[in-house]
């Protein structure tokens, strides 16, 4: 998943050399990530939705952003980890409530 993530990030998001990211890559990329975090938390595998997207997210963007030479890239990057954390387990959890058969593992 962190793969699939970092992947995304880049097809999305590498293409811009300079500036600011457009509103369609950015819709693109959270489109893209929704279809993959749904399908894999529907397969029974939320935790590697919401790990391996979290930690492809986070890389990518700090490979993405680590040449700013103020060092304020970290505040972005920490804001995509918990952003990416939060969203995810949210998606998770909805996406494991409402898909038929057993809800959790241990029951």
């Known amino acids: 998943m962190g793969v699939v993530a970092a992947g995304l990030w880049a097809g999305w998001l590498g ?6 990211y457009k509103v369609w890559q950015v819709a693109g990329l959270v ?3 929704l279809v993959v ?3 894999a938390a529907f397969r029974r595998h939320a935790v590697a939705a919401v790990a391996g997207t979290t930690a492809g997210m986070t890389v990518a963007a700090w490979c993405d952003w680590s040449d700013d030479s103020t060092r304020l890239f970290v505040i972005g990057v920490a804001l995509v980890l918990h952003g990416s954390l939060f969203a995810t387990a949210l998606v998770s959890t909805l996406v494991r409530y409402v898909a038929p058969g ?3 593992a241990g029951r």
């Open 31 to 33: 489109l893209s990530l």
């Open 102 to 104: 057993p809800r959790w």
């Open 15 to 20: 293409g811009t050399g300079s500036g600011p």
């Open 37 to 39: 975090v749904c399908w």
